[in-house]
């Protein structure tokens, strides 16, 4: 059975993507590392993850038979609620039996977070809730999952790179039209999955559009650099599209993983640590926000006077924490996740 090439350098990403985020949630407002707009970032790179690992399996498949569309569906929805459910849904089942600890009106809210709704419940309430804040974007990109598969297999290859540039104009355009809160919807989130899936189409249905493809693409990211540091450190435009920047970015690395396994950049992305924390990137992410709030629960009824019972940030408790949440992730990840993962073996993607 033909494969898609394995990628050296994406595990290394999506630790720097989660480390993006862990700093943003946990660092305080005014410290100096929020310049930047860190939890974004990370966040959108993840996105740009997906929608060129989706999309480039969708391709790749979907290319061999149109009669295979279905089995494919198939295949990729239940490979997907095997790395995803499991230990979402297990955490669901925690925060709700230990609700008085999580608060943030999860009981009353339950179903949002159930249904993968949540950016629909930020959005309409016009409010972040908490430690439970982040499951925002694991909502947008099941969502994605929802629609995405039956677009790209059942509309025509013909129409791909159609339907990639409304993904990218929309997503940009949208931004521009509605509050701050807008940014947790998936329309608003298009641009991301478009530019990665941008990527996969060149890849695999346009390998002959690589070279001049990735020759501007270096230059694209440059300017896009540039132009992010300069607003960020001038201020000079309000509604700068940071997304679109990071998104551009970020397909620029997903570039060189995938066409330079040898560079110097892969090498640092392959890195023993990156690797290992991109492994269990997703627990860290689910887990990262929620840790903190029962470690200060405990602390509490201990007795413990520590910094965080006080509401005060400390470096030494801050990496304290951030060990035992890759620890409990990595416990999730060979408990868990790693042995039903075992399971997508009964879903393979069939090219004949």
Same mark, same amino acid.
């Given at each position: 059975?033909?494969?898609? +090439?394995?990628?050296?350098?994406?595990?290394?990403?999506?630790?720097?993507?989660?480390?993006?985020?862990?700093?943003?949630?946990?660092?305080?407002?005014?410290?100096?590392?929020?310049? &930047?707009?860190?939890?974004?970032?990370?966040?959108?790179?993840?996105?740009?993850?997906?929608?060129?690992?989706?999309?480039?399996?969708?391709?790749?498949?979907?290319?061999? %038979?149109?009669?295979?569309?279905?089995?494919?569906?198939?295949?990729?929805?239940?490979?997907?609620?095997?790395?995803?459910?499991? $230990?979402?849904?297990?955490?669901?089942?925690? =925060?709700? =039996?230990?609700?008085?600890?999580?608060?943030?009106?999860?009981?009353?809210?339950? #179903?949002?977070?159930?249904?993968?709704?949540?950016?629909?419940?930020?959005?309409?309430?016009?409010?972040?809730?908490?430690? =439970?804040?982040?499951?925002?974007?694991?909502?947008? /990109?099941?969502?994605?999952? =929802?629609?995405?598969?039956?677009? *790209?297999?059942?509309?025509?290859?013909?129409?791909? @790179?159609?339907?990639?540039?409304?993904? $990218?104009?929309?997503?940009?355009?949208? %931004?521009?039209?509605?509050?701050?809160?807008?940014?947790?919807?998936?329309?608003?989130?298009?641009?991301?999955?478009?530019?990665?899936?941008?990527?996969?189409?060149?890849?695999?249905?346009?390998?002959? #559009?690589?070279?001049?493809?990735?020759?501007? &693409?270096?230059?694209?990211?440059?300017?896009?650099?540039?132009?992010?540091?300069?607003?960020?450190?001038?201020?000079? #435009?309000? +509604?700068?599209?940071?997304?679109?920047?990071?998104?551009?970015?970020?397909?620029?690395?997903?570039?060189?993983?995938?066409? +330079?396994?040898?560079?110097?950049?892969?090498?640092?992305?392959?890195?023993?640590?990156?690797?290992?924390?991109?492994?269990? %990137?997703?627990? $860290?992410? @689910?887990?990262?926000?929620? *840790?903190?709030?029962?470690?200060?629960?405990?602390?509490?009824?201990?007795?413990?006077?520590?910094?965080? *019972?006080?509401?005060?940030?400390?470096?030494?408790?801050?990496?304290?924490?951030? &060990?035992?949440? *890759?620890?409990?992730?990595?416990?999730?990840?060979?408990?868990? /996740?790693?042995?039903?993962?075992?399971?997508? %073996?009964?879903?393979?993607?069939?090219? +004949?």
């Amino acid at each position: 059975m033909e494969r898609l +090439k394995y990628i050296s350098g994406l595990n290394g990403v999506r630790a720097f993507a989660v480390i993006f985020v862990i700093i943003a949630h946990r660092f305080p407002q005014d410290h100096q590392v929020q310049v &930047l707009p860190l939890g974004s970032m990370g966040v959108d790179i993840f996105f740009v993850l997906s929608g060129f690992l989706i999309t480039r399996i969708l391709f790749f498949y979907g290319m061999k %038979s149109d009669s295979l569309n279905w089995a494919i569906l198939r295949a990729f929805y239940w490979r997907r609620i095997l790395r995803i459910f499991p $230990i979402y849904y297990l955490t669901m089942l925690f =925060l709700y =039996l230990t609700k008085s600890v999580i608060g943030n009106n999860f009981e009353e809210n339950i #179903w949002w977070y159930l249904t993968y709704t949540s950016n629909f419940l930020i959005y309409y309430n016009e409010k972040w809730f908490g430690a =439970l804040a982040h499951l925002w974007s694991l909502a947008v /990109e099941e969502q994605y999952y =929802l629609f995405w598969p039956f677009l *790209v297999l059942f509309i025509g290859r013909m129409r791909w @790179l159609l339907l990639i540039l409304i993904l $990218i104009i929309l997503g940009t355009g949208y %931004s521009y039209l509605f509050n701050e809160f807008s940014k947790v919807l998936t329309v608003n989130c298009l641009n991301t999955f478009g530019l990665g899936g941008l990527l996969a189409y060149v890849e695999i249905q346009r390998p002959r #559009w690589s070279t001049i493809f990735f020759k501007i &693409l270096p230059f694209l990211a440059a300017f896009a650099l540039i132009g992010f540091l300069n607003n960020y450190f001038n201020e000079t #435009w309000n +509604k700068f599209p940071v997304r679109f920047v990071t998104s551009v970015i970020a397909v620029y690395i997903i570039s060189v993983c995938l066409t +330079k396994p040898k560079s110097i950049l892969v090498g640092l992305l392959e890195n023993r640590v990156l690797y290992f924390l991109g492994l269990i %990137s997703y627990g $860290i992410y @689910l887990y990262h926000n929620l *840790v903190p709030r029962y470690w200060r629960y405990t602390l509490m009824k201990f007795n413990i006077d520590a910094p965080s *019972v006080r509401y005060e940030f400390n470096y030494t408790e801050f990496v304290i924490q951030t &060990l035992f949440i *890759v620890f409990i992730s990595y416990l999730s990840w060979i408990i868990i /996740e790693k042995p039903i993962l075992r399971l997508k %073996s009964k879903y393979q993607y069939s090219t +004949k």
